[in-house]
């Protein structure tokens, strides 16, 4: 199975907070899950913790390198950039991934938060979403009980199959 690709600065273990959260699914895809994965403004329809996406520049819908974009997820508004945008073809893993931050000073709070979806064999998808983190908040977050971060992505996950089993059908 493949993995996250980390940017220097973010690599797991190395910052404030990590989050994993995975999930193997018989029945779909990865070419069911990416389009309602890649496009951002279907996120808050199957995940109740995203709101408010809008893209900059006369972006989007649509997830893309180099994107800007903002939505507001764990009480925060985040602005981001897509720095890997590569959807799956001819076997290959989709892969999307975001810096995002929020904040300024003691409050500031960085994130690199990368997806990755691949074919199994089988008739399996896996959908792995993994996030690190930096900053204050993300301390936070971190001690927080129950985690927040592991909690909200496998709502997301879970959002995410069960919007593309509908979608399927």
């Known amino acids: 199975m493949h993995e ?15 989050c994993s959260n995975e ?10 899950i990416w389009p309602l994965l ?27 390198k180099d994107a800007r974009f903002y939505f507001e997820t764990f009480g925060f508004p985040v602005e981001a950039q897509v720095v890997e945008y ?11 991934a975001w810096h995002g931050w929020a904040g300024e000073g003691d409050t500031r709070l960085d994130v690199h938060h990368a997806w990755l979806v691949e074919d199994l064999s089988e008739g399996r998808v896996r959908i ?11 301390i936070d977050l971190a001690n927080a009980k129950p985690n927040p971060m592991i909690n909200g992505h496998q709502d997301w ?4 199959v069960a919007a593309a089993r509908k979608t399927a059908r």
């Open 86 to 96: 590569v959807a799956p073809v001819g076997g290959d893993p989709g892969r999307v």
């Open 23 to 32: 999930v193997i699914v018989a029945g779909l895809s990865a070419s069911d």
């Open 128 to 138: 792995l979403t993994q996030e690190t983190q930096k900053g204050k908040p993300a």
């Open 38 to 64: 890649s496009r951002a403004t279907l996120w808050p329809t199957y995940y109740d913790n995203s709101a408010n996406v809008r893209f900059h520049d006369g972006k989007g819908p649509e997830l893309a």
């Open 157 to 160: 996950l879970n959002g995410l």
């Open 4 to 18: 996250i690709i980390w940017p220097e600065g973010y690599i797991p273990g190395l910052t404030e907070n990590f």
